[in-house]
């Protein structure tokens, strides 16, 4: 394919799908990866990130051909639109991606850039691994303790748009048909009223239940936790827990049991080799993210919740200037750091570059790069325990050396040739 405004680097190799069915890559040992830099503070993170990246690949003997795609700002120049298509089809046809944060502009015909690639790209699953790295700040006696992965639906849940607006003749027309046609009367306050839906669907939650699953058993993870509010939302967030328990059931035989079955049937010790399912009130679970820490492994939830969820886990961590993310499709993947644009911070080479560069560990985790993966957290706990640190983990520690986003990326790449 070609493209009108994106250059494709002559080095680099195409991505391939080996296997419809898995969504297993053919990946190249110098794959064409696109990097959107982002707005804001992504001029400054996004090459960052690529730097550490490159640094990581070329010790264990590989290299990545960057091509720079263009969405929100970058691509308002370009292009005079905030999403251009050829992003859309750069990224679907190379699969694995990586990007920094977005400004969706007021008036854009988007609720959110971030989402609408998300939804373009059916990018179903976010995953947001959530692990304390040495020397980084906490409000937590033993930030240690976490070392959680949240799976949450991409796709659906209040994030899918549909509601309508108080005053109009449709919410209205929603309204009645909810209180009459539905019988629920006396459920909406007389006045003004604004009605959204929150669509949960078998297809939606299995697949994302699927993934949730699939990583845990690969990983040697010892339970997924299904997060739900299905004691209220009987019909959407506990249909949820329930498609959770039949895929587990169905589809994984001997290799998954449930709770139930971990006390009925084993007295509460987890045989060698099983993966425990079982499901935790949202409210609660909130609760128990700090209460209880160890005992949570891999999260499966729903949009909202998990938004919630794994903002509250990067807050034992040390915040969302540490929190790395991805989101996965079908054989593909865009990872993306849990923090916003931050624009007044824009090039001033200030901010901290660890969550670009961890969400691109975990894209060099879901090419296979297990090893360039590893040697990127390394480098980068190392960096931090060093006391070597950007402006907002310098004021929290004493003694530590306050650096520039582009001198921390330099410290972390010399700490990778120190470990390789």
């Not at 850039?113 to 409000?139: E, I």
């Not at 950007?390 to 530590?400: C, F, N, S, V, W």
Request: negative net charge; charged residues 30%.
């Amino acid at each position: 394919m070609s493209y009108e405004q994106i250059d494709i680097p002559d080095d680099g190799e195409v991505i391939t799908l080996a296997d419809e069915e898995t969504g297993e890559l053919n990946v190249p040992d110098t794959p064409i990866i696109p990097i959107l830099h982002g707005d804001g503070i992504g001029s400054d993170v996004g090459p960052a990130a690529q730097q550490v990246l490159d640094a990581a690949a070329e010790a264990t003997g590989r290299s990545i051909a960057w091509m720079r795609v263009y969405a929100g700002g970058s691509a308002r120049d370009k292009y005079d639109e905030n999403l251009p298509q050829e992003t859309v089809d750069a990224i679907r046809e190379h699969r694995v991606a990586i990007k920094g944060p977005l400004t969706t502009p007021v008036g854009a015909g988007f609720r959110s850039l971030n989402v609408a690639l998300r939804k373009k790209l059916d990018l179903y699953a976010n995953v947001r691994p959530t692990y304390h790295l040495d020397g980084v700040p906490s409000p937590v006696k033993e930030p240690e303790a976490m070392d959680m992965i949240t799976f949450r639906e991409n796709t659906e849940d209040v994030y899918a748009g549909i509601e309508w607006e108080a005053g109009t003749d449709e919410v209205q027309e929603v309204k009645e048909f909810v209180e009459d046609q539905m019988g629920f009367d006396n459920t909406i306050h007389d006045g003004p009223v604004g009605i959204g839906i929150k669509p949960i669907t078998e297809f939606g939650s299995k697949r994302l239940i699927r993934e949730a699953i699939d990583y845990a058993l690969a990983n040697d993870r010892d339970s997924v936790t299904l997060v739900h509010k299905g004691n209220i939302m009987k019909f959407t967030e506990g249909a949820f827990s329930d498609w959770g328990y039949e895929v587990a059931e169905e589809e994984y035989g001997e290799d998954v049991i449930t709770e139930d079955e971990l006390w009925e049937e084993y007295d509460g010790e987890q045989p060698d080799d099983t993966l425990v399912v079982n499901d935790r009130i949202a409210d609660n679970m909130l609760q128990q993210l700090l209460t209880r820490t160890s005992e949570y492994d891999v999260i499966a939830t729903m949009n909202l919740n998990g938004d919630y969820m794994s903002d509250a886990a990067g807050a034992q961590i040390g915040g969302l200037g540490i929190a790395p993310g991805a989101n996965y499709g079908h054989g593909r993947c865009l990872a993306e750091p849990v923090h916003g644009s931050a624009p007044k911070y824009e090039g001033e080479d200030k901010v901290n570059p660890t969550a670009m560069i961890l969400s691109g560990r975990e894209m060099l985790d879901y090419l296979g790069w297990d090893d360039a993966a590893q040697l990127v957290r390394d480098a980068v706990e190392a960096t931090i325990s060093s006391g070597t640190v950007t402006y907002d983990l310098h004021r929290q520690i004493e003694g530590g050396e306050k650096v520039a986003t582009s001198e921390f990326a330099d410290a972390v790449v010399e700490k990778i040739d120190e470990l390789a």
